[in-house]
């Protein structure tokens, strides 16, 4: 394992105007090309759910279609050898050179040849190797490896190619890119006609004859693979399907998601040997030409008996979910990646190479779900990396201030709530009104960009019962509190505001005082267990409440308290059942109060002079999928008008302990979040949730303070007379 300073790649990259600008543009650029490419659709979820079923199936019964696409092949004429991992596919791959007297290779598409470094291994035999697409060439040539599955070189600008291009050909190349694509057609013509073997990958292997499918916007994999005598074949188990009819689920889906074409400029399909002419012993002559085929294991045999992480066969590589990923476009494939890069990257990384190699940027995903929503496959990405980082966590175990905050602090309520109570007070030689503006030290970066929240005098635990002397004498409904840590130890005011919107829709409000925090931070750091003890405490606090419905004003906790705990009690007949009981009385503040104003009919939209605007909470509006709820909400709102910004529902950047962990990175997507809200004319910024109130107040404290953030139910709380 190559050992990696993540925080030095990621302020390296945020430096790199270049790359930084070209992921920008694109990422903004993709949605609307994906969306105009996908215009001619019916229903886009009915591909998706085709596909995925598809390739469900295709993992359920993958040895037999090994076999079946062995089988095909070797009738065809082809030669088919099995590899367990990258060594022994190197031997064999090193004896059909040997064999058959090769010198110098041609590549085409394959990242799986990335996976195992089969270029390097092959020059160090003393082979000649070639990458034929244009951007793996330029790569190659810079020492790069690719930092999109489909664009490898897209972080690169033409001056930088170039460059590559003047130090590979010792020759001065002009930033053209027509001259320079018409140059590498000029070097590669060379290679393909001296090429003694040719090396593909495949975007899909069909069992039912055993033909490759390639799907390019280039010529040179047709190339790759026709001209040379030999074609080789690297595959990975994964991209087996069942039938030919099953090659267009995939492509109705992989063009459109990875690029936004309708269709790629070549799909070519290769299904075994094919005549040649070519020149052997100083004559011209026809014969069959060789080609083999490796189908490459290197753990992925052993995923597909994975009853959970099997869902990665679903992928097809479009790598649509590196495009709408917020820290893909902000720092690059070559920082969130090993060899395949972003989330998906990080779940092949654990797989098929090593769990520590995972754990090394893995944490880079922030849990905003994104891909998610356009992932072809429908493979739960985030839950999948949360699964690996949990096994991780069960074998290597937890460093040891995670132990001592987890299990001995936040665990034991009173303590917990002891050393914040302490830490309101200890804050005071930093503290400038509601916020911590400037650190000393080692600490100094985590307020560059943003003011971080100062931890209340009085949390809302201690202000709960004066608030419910005002509980309404004859209450439609019984509904207990869930604060949160935030709502009671940052922003008390705002959980006042709940309860007075609650009481206003006719709700005795009640606080179990014994309730802690829901666990979130534990549960995405992978202590599981400890994670079971707080839900357990919530569970039994929460259940003494009895009440009507159980209220959330932070997403994160509803999610958490909703669908969270029955997952930690899978496997527990008794807990489980307690979670799902809980489960049905869990409600997200503004669903639960905005479904009583419209049945009240107090929703009515007004106009004033005040411009509002809305943030999306990103476990609000793609786990809990709300989010009409808070902007009728807020169109209804007496005294402000309400403005849709761009961007709404793309992460601020907070996403929990990454927002401290990665402050450089943090503030980079918060940045992002303050330009689409000046750039919206709105004076205040409304939010949902305590913790994207936190990270972008935070920054609007510091670049905006003109513009005002309020959490919906200080909105709402200010129209309610006491």
């Known amino acids: 394992m190559e050992k990696r300073n993540i925080k030095i790649e990621i302020e390296d990259k945020l430096h790199d105007e270049i790359l930084r600008s070209n992921l920008e543009r694109f990422s903004e650029q993709y949605p609307a090309a994906r969306a105009k490419a996908y215009a001619n659709v019916e229903s886009i979820e009915a591909l998706r759910d085709d596909l995925k079923e ?16 062995q089988e095909s092949l070797e009738k065809r004429g082809a030669k088919v050898f099995r590899a367990k ?27 799986a040849t990335e996976e195992i470094r089969l270029n390097d291994y092959l020059e160090e035999q003393g082979l000649h190797v070639k990458e034929t697409d244009l951007g793996e060439w330029m790569l190659s040539v810079a020492g790069q490896h690719p930092s999109h599955m489909v664009m490898p070189a897209i972080h690169l600008n033409r001056n ?9 050909l010792k020759e001065d190349i002009p930033s053209d890119i027509p001259f320079m694509v018409q140059t590498a057609r000029r070097v590669m013509r060379k290679e393909f006609l001296k090429a003694d073997m040719g090396i593909s990958g495949a975007n899909f292997g069909i069992a039912e004859n055993g033909a490759i499918g390639l799907v390019t916007n280039e010529g040179n994999a047709r190339i790759v693979t026709t001209m040379p005598p030999i074609h080789v074949i690297i595959i990975g188990y ?47 002559v026809e014969e069959n030409k060789k080609v083999y085929a490796i189908l490459l294991d290197n753990g992925r045999l052993k995923a597909a008996h ?38 998906i990257g990080a779940i092949l990384t654990g797989l098929l190479n090593s769990m520590d190699d995972f754990a090394q940027f893995s944490d880079l995903c922030i849990g905003c779900r994104r ?47 002891t050393l914040l109570r302490t830490a309101s007070i ?7 009104g509601k916020f911590i503006r400037n650190l000393p030290l080692f600490f100094a970066k985590m307020t560059e960009g943003r003011s971080l929240p100062a931890i209340a005098d009085k949390p809302f635990r201690d202000r709960a019962n004066d608030l419910f002397k005002n509980n309404p004498s004859s209450a439609k409904m019984k509904v207990a509190f869930f604060s949160g840590c ?11 505001s709940v309860v007075k919107v609650l009481q206003d829709i006719g709700a005795e409000v009640i606080y179990p005082q014994d309730q802690n925090c829901c666990g979130k931070p534990i549960i995405g750091a992978g202590d599981l267990e400890t994670a079971r003890k707080l839900a357990m405490q919530n569970i039994e606090a929460l259940e003494k409440a009895n009440a009507d419905y159980i209220v959330a004003a932070c997403p994160t906790c509803a999610e958490t308290l909703k669908q969270t705990y029955k997952e930690l009690f899978a496997h527990d007949r008794i807990w489980l059942e307690r979670a799902e009981n809980l489960s049905k009385k869990i409600r997200e503040f503004t669903s639960l109060v905005e479904m009583s104003y419209a049945k009240n009919k107090r929703l009515k939209t007004t106009h004033g002079a005040e411009k509002i605007t809305y943030h999306d909470s990103c476990h609000m509006r793609r786990s809990l999928d709300i989010y009409k709820e808070p902007r009728r909400l807020l169109e209804g709102a007496p005294g402000y008008d309400y403005v849709e910004m761009d961007g709404a529902d793309q992460c601020c950047g907070m996403a929990g302990s990454f927002g401290m962990k990665y402050a450089d990175l943090s503030v980079q997507l918060l940045n992002r979040k303050i330009h689409n809200i000046k750039e919206s004319g709105a004076q205040t910024i409304a939010v949902a949730c305590p913790a994207c109130m936190m990270q972008i107040g935070g920054g609007l404290d510091k670049n905006a303070p003109e513009i005002k953030i309020k959490h919906i139910a200080d909105i709402l709380a200010e129209n309610i007379s006491d």
């Open 371 to 417: 891909c998610t929503t356009v992932c072809p496959g429908k493979i739960n990405i985030p839950d999948l990396i949360q699964e690996l980082r949990n096994r991780r966590v069960a074998e290597k175990g937890l460093s040891l201030p995670e132990k001592l905050i987890f299990q001995k602090i936040m665990t034991n309520r009173k303590i917990f709530h």
């Open 160 to 168: 930088q190619c170039a460059k590559f291009f003047s130090d590979e």
């Open 85 to 111: 991992d990258g060594e022994e596919l190197k031997r064999q791959l090193l004896e059909i050179c040997r064999e058959n007297d090769v010198h110098n290779i041609v590549k085409s598409k394959s990242m």
């Open 238 to 284: 994964e991209k087996l399907i069942p039938k030919i009819s099953d090659a267009s689920k995939i492509m109705r889906l992989l063009p459109r998601n990875g690029t936004g074409q309708r269709m790629v400029s070549y799909l070519t399909l290769v299904d075994g040997p094919t005549p040649i002419i070519h020149e052997k012993n100083g004559k011209m």
């Open 486 to 496: 935030n709502l009671d130890f940052v922003f008390p005011q705002t959980g006042e």
């Open 54 to 69: 598809m390739k469900s199936y295709s993992v359920s019964h993958i040895e037999k279609l090994a076999d079946q696409f």
């Open 306 to 343: 994975d009853p959970v992480m099997k869902e990665v066969y679903q992928c097809v590589r479009c790598a649509s979910c590196l495009n709408v990923c917020p820290i893909w476009s902000t720092v690059g494939g070559n920082v969130y990646g090993h060899i395949y890069s972003g989330g």
């Open 426 to 432: 200890g804050q005071k030689p930093v503290k400038s």
